[in-house]
């Protein structure tokens, strides 16, 4: 399944709002560190492994398309 994510800072839990999910982290973009944070996250919600997500788009944007393997 793909999902259209949002990224936005802060410390909030993952909501889904018109059509999209929004993920908030704290973590800076250096070294991927907020990609791989907003996995775990999205792994959280939807109870998954985080080896079962992955950003097919948008990699460096706060918009991203993202891969979920249910």
């Not at 709002?17 to 973590?27: D, P, R």
């Not at 939807?46 to 788009?57: D, K, L, M």
């Amino acid at each position: 399944m793909k999902i259209d994510v949002i990224v936005r800072n802060g410390d909030r839990p993952v909501e889904e709002a018109g059509g999209k999910v929004v993920v908030f982290t704290n973590e800076k973009r250096k070294n991927n560190r907020a990609n791989i944070d907003v996995i775990r996250q999205l792994a959280k919600f939807y109870s998954v492994p985080v080896s079962n997500i992955r950003i097919v788009a948008g990699a460096t944007r706060p918009k991203k398309t993202v891969e979920i393997i249910m």
